[in-house]
């Protein structure tokens, strides 16, 4: 049998893999703090093109915020696991939570707030129907909007 050593693991739930390198640690060999983002966008790409395959054609969704919780340490070969749940799917923007592993020791939990962008244009624009959806059915739950909540 063949290691996969960088890829998916799971689909439903999505959980992908990642073995750590060297080249993501400081002199001490401690993983960077910053490469902890790296890890998290990494893994939503892999989820918004695989997992969410068809629902991401055309949308163009950056992360607008992310509030992180460094809970261990990471080493050179570490392999490390990471669980996206889709959380809450509001008018243009949805949030996912990401959990980072290393067996079994916690390494990061993240909320990632992405908003969903016009293609020639800076602006919000409301998460496509499709997108919707596919964020529903995978457990998101819908948010209303607030009172003087606009969509731009």
């Known amino acids: 049998m063949i290691e996969t050593i960088d890829g998916i693991v799971s689909l439903a739930p999505f959980i992908a893999q990642r073995r750590v390198g060297f080249q993501d640690c400081d002199p001490a060999g401690v993983v960077f703090a910053g490469n902890f983002y790296d890890f998290a966008l990494w893994t939503y790409d892999l989820y918004r093109h695989r997992a969410l395959n068809g629902a991401f054609a055309g949308v163009t969704a950056p992360m607008k915020a992310a509030s992180f919780v460094h809970r261990s340490p990471l080493w050179p070969d570490d392999m490390v696991r990471f669980q996206v ?65 606009e969509v731009r």
């Open 85 to 149: 749940t889709p959380l809450r799917v509001g008018q243009t923007t949805f949030t996912l939570a990401l959990a980072g592993t290393c067996g079994d020791r916690a390494v990061f939990d993240v909320e990632m707030n992405l908003v969903c962008k016009e293609e020639a244009a800076w602006r919000a624009r409301p998460v496509p129907p499709v997108l919707r959806a596919a964020l529903i059915r995978a457990g998101a739950v819908e948010k209303q909007p607030e009172p003087n909540e």
